[in-house]
């Protein structure tokens, strides 16, 4: 399997973590509503288990969820460890500020294709052998089950990424012909059993669907 580029590692990420994993992390999992529960503020075992119950309680009983960013985080990286097997992208984290998606990651220069370190030309002497890369964007919903992301920014190394040299990308990942979607965003499938996602205050608000 060909490397990903870097600015489709930061997309790969973003996906992961809209997702949570997708359909197959929730199918096992998903206790009382949010209000009463401990909101975790740090990366941690106990992270991944309070998202656990979070999602549980959503599934089984029909409840509004709220995950802190480090409640998310502690979630990609202790149940979905799996998906970054390839050692490419080194600490993912998930952050929710306002209504804001930001996703992080390290990113080993070793990992990066020799050709697109000659396409940096003399800059890529001054990339790191660690370098810190990043997403910010935001989701709205396409339709019950279906959203969207928007890919707002990318970085790399911390310097921006231009909007043209993502949007190809973009291009070919985005989701064909979805109607109403724009070239900047990605669609994608909630799991079974929510029915629509968004950042509101800093968490990542996830409401079930119509039961049937």
């Known amino acids: 399997m060909a490397r990903r580029g870097v600015v489709g590692k930061l997309l790969l990420l973003v996906l992961l973590a ?3 994993g997708g359909a197959w992390m929730f199918r096992g999992f998903i206790p009382g509503p949010w209000q009463r ?3 975790i503020t740090e990366v941690s075992e106990a992270g991944a288990v309070a998202a656990d119950a979070k999602l549980k309680r959503l599934r089984e009983e029909g409840d509004t969820v709220r995950l802190s960013g480090a409640e998310f985080t502690s979630y990609v990286r202790y149940r979905m460890a799996n998906r970054f097997a390839t050692g490419d ?3 993912p984290t998930v952050n929710f500020e306002g209504q804001t998606v930001k996703v992080a990651g390290r990113l080993p220069k070793d990992r990066i294709p020799p050709a697109q370190l000659r396409q940096l030309g003399a800059g890529a ?3 790191p052998d ?3 890369i990043g997403v910010d964007g935001s989701l709205r919903m396409l339709a019950p089950g279906r959203g969207a992301l928007k890919v707002q920014s990318a970085s790399f190394a911390r310097f921006p990424i231009p909007r043209e040299r993502y949007l190809p990308i973009l291009d070919r990942i985005g989701g064909m012909d979805e109607p109403g979607l724009e070239r900047d965003e990605v669609a994608f499938q909630l799991p079974p059993g929510v029915g629509a996602a968004r ?3 800093g968490m990542l608000v996830l409401a079930p669907g119509e039961q049937r």
């Open 89 to 91: 992208l080194e600490l």
């Open 18 to 20: 809209v997702l949570a």
């Open 37 to 39: 529960e401990t909101v």
């Open 199 to 201: 950042v509101e205050n």
């Open 125 to 127: 002497d001054f990339i």
């Open 130 to 132: 660690t370098a810190d």
